[in-house]
């Protein structure tokens, strides 16, 4: 029995020194196993990949969000960059009468005058015969102005010695501008050639303080309580519109470039409905037709005055029209 125990001792020791010679563990797998444990570093070699993986796409998304910020700043400056345009070019904004021109006064069949447009640096305007248009680019701190693109129409004009292709020639020679107050209060704009000279002088006409609704509250100075009597005004299409509180009016409204503010009506119809308020509906028409002149009071009043300067028509910005 004694001598039995003492060999399964021997037997054991020797085993445990056979597997200590091998560099075996029991409580690991063999080396040559795929899931060969490795301790800690065996984790962070295995993990290797996944890091690489991550900091890939961490990359990709940093490029894809710079690229986004990126465009996103571009649109910014953009619309700041069209926002400081407008503001160097925003007082020439509107309509100028052209009223000299390479030292004549400006002649035409029709009225000549420039229209700038800051938002699209662009003119639109009239030689006096024919429509022109182009393209200007202005810098308000160097007082510097160019003019290129520039086209007309083509139509025969019937008057003879119209000055069209002097202001043809004029805004091509333009290179400064200035920007003074005449004695009247008003914007003058002059144009300069690369010698300083003179070669256009220009009046600066506004008209858009017309446009939108308007409630007529008095005639020739007296009240009128007629909620219904409205007047609709668009400069650029040229439309008058509007309810006489009873009938539906229409015509058109004409300004004149030769004089400050200088409007007519004209080509007034109206519907034909038997109304009780006949008399004020005929006053209404009557002072249309007698307006020579528009005059802004403040920015929710305007006034109609006839040739005598009396005011004819009083109205207050309201509500657009339902017809």
Same mark, same amino acid.
């Given at each position: 029995?004694?001598?039995?125990? +003492?060999?399964?001792? @021997?037997?054991?020791?020797g085993? !445990?020194m056979?597997?200590?010679?091998?560099?075996?563990?029991?409580?690991?797998?063999?080396?040559?196993?795929?899931?060969?444990?490795?301790?800690?570093? %065996?984790?962070?070699e295995?993990?290797?990949?996944d890091?690489?993986?991550?900091?890939?796409k961490?990359?990709k998304?940093?490029?894809?969000?710079?690229?986004?910020?990126?465009?996103?700043?571009?649109?910014?400056?953009?619309?700041?960059?069209?926002i400081?345009?407008?503001?160097?070019?925003? +007082?020439?904004? %509107?309509?100028?009468?052209?009223?000299? @021109?390479?030292?004549?006064?400006?002649?035409?069949?029709?009225?000549?005058?420039?229209?700038?447009?800051? $938002?699209? *640096?662009?003119?639109?305007?009239?030689?006096?015969?024919?429509?022109l248009? %182009?393209i /200007?680019?202005?810098?308000?701190?160097?007082?510097?102005?160019?003019?290129? *693109?520039?086209?007309?129409?083509?139509?025969m004009?019937?008057?003879?010695?119209?000055? #069209?292709?002097?202001?043809?020639? !004029?805004?091509?020679l333009?290179?400064?501008?200035?920007?003074?107050?005449?004695?009247?209060?008003?914007?003058?704009?002059?144009? /300069?050639?690369?010698g300083?000279k003179?070669?256009?002088?220009?009046?600066?006409r506004?008209?858009h303080?017309? &446009?939108?609704?308007?409630?007529v509250?008095?005639?020739?100075g007296? #009240?009128?309580n007629?909620?219904?009597?409205?007047?609709?005004?668009?400069? &650029?299409?040229k439309?008058m519109? $509007?309810?006489?509180?009873c009938?539906?009016? +229409?015509g058109?409204l004409?300004? &004149?470039?030769?004089?400050?503010?200088?409007?007519?009506?004209?080509?007034?119809g109206?519907?034909?409905?038997?109304?009780?308020?006949?008399?004020w509906?005929?006053?209404?028409?009557? !002072?249309l037709e007698?307006?020579?002149? !528009?005059?802004k009071?403040?920015?929710?009043?305007?006034?109609?005055?006839?040739?005598? $300067?009396?005011?004819?028509?009083?109205?207050?910005?309201?509500?657009?029209?339902?017809?």
């Amino acid at each position: 029995m004694n001598n039995r125990n +003492n060999s399964i001792l @021997v037997a054991a020791l020797g085993l !445990a020194m056979l597997m200590g010679a091998s560099g075996c563990s029991i409580f690991n797998p063999s080396s040559n196993n795929e899931g060969s444990g490795k301790g800690l570093q %065996g984790w962070i070699e295995t993990g290797k990949d996944d890091v690489k993986t991550i900091k890939d796409k961490t990359e990709k998304e940093s490029s894809k969000v710079k690229k986004d910020t990126e465009a996103a700043m571009e649109k910014v400056d953009k619309k700041l960059e069209e926002i400081a345009n407008s503001q160097v070019n925003g +007082n020439l904004a %509107g309509d100028w009468a052209i009223e000299t @021109v390479l030292g004549k006064k400006a002649v035409g069949e029709t009225s000549p005058f420039i229209k700038f447009v800051p $938002g699209e *640096n662009r003119i639109y305007g009239n030689n006096g015969c024919n429509i022109l248009n %182009g393209i /200007y680019v202005a810098s308000n701190q160097n007082k510097t102005i160019s003019f290129s *693109n520039l086209a007309t129409t083509m139509m025969m004009c019937g008057q003879s010695n119209i000055t #069209d292709v002097e202001i043809g020639e !004029a805004l091509g020679l333009t290179v400064r501008y200035t920007i003074e107050k005449s004695k009247d209060s008003e914007s003058v704009l002059i144009f /300069y050639d690369a010698g300083g000279k003179e070669v256009m002088q220009l009046m600066h006409r506004d008209f858009h303080f017309l &446009d939108g609704t308007w409630a007529v509250i008095k005639i020739d100075g007296e #009240d009128v309580n007629i909620p219904e009597m409205k007047l609709a005004l668009d400069v &650029d299409e040229k439309k008058m519109h $509007g309810n006489t509180g009873c009938n539906i009016i +229409n015509g058109e409204l004409e300004t &004149d470039m030769d004089a400050a503010n200088s409007i007519s009506f004209s080509k007034i119809g109206m519907t034909r409905m038997a109304c009780p308020n006949s008399g004020w509906e005929t006053r209404m028409t009557m !002072a249309l037709e007698e307006a020579v002149t !528009a005059e802004k009071i403040n920015d929710d009043e305007i006034a109609f005055l006839g040739s005598n $300067g009396q005011q004819v028509m009083l109205l207050k910005k309201t509500s657009p029209i339902d017809d």
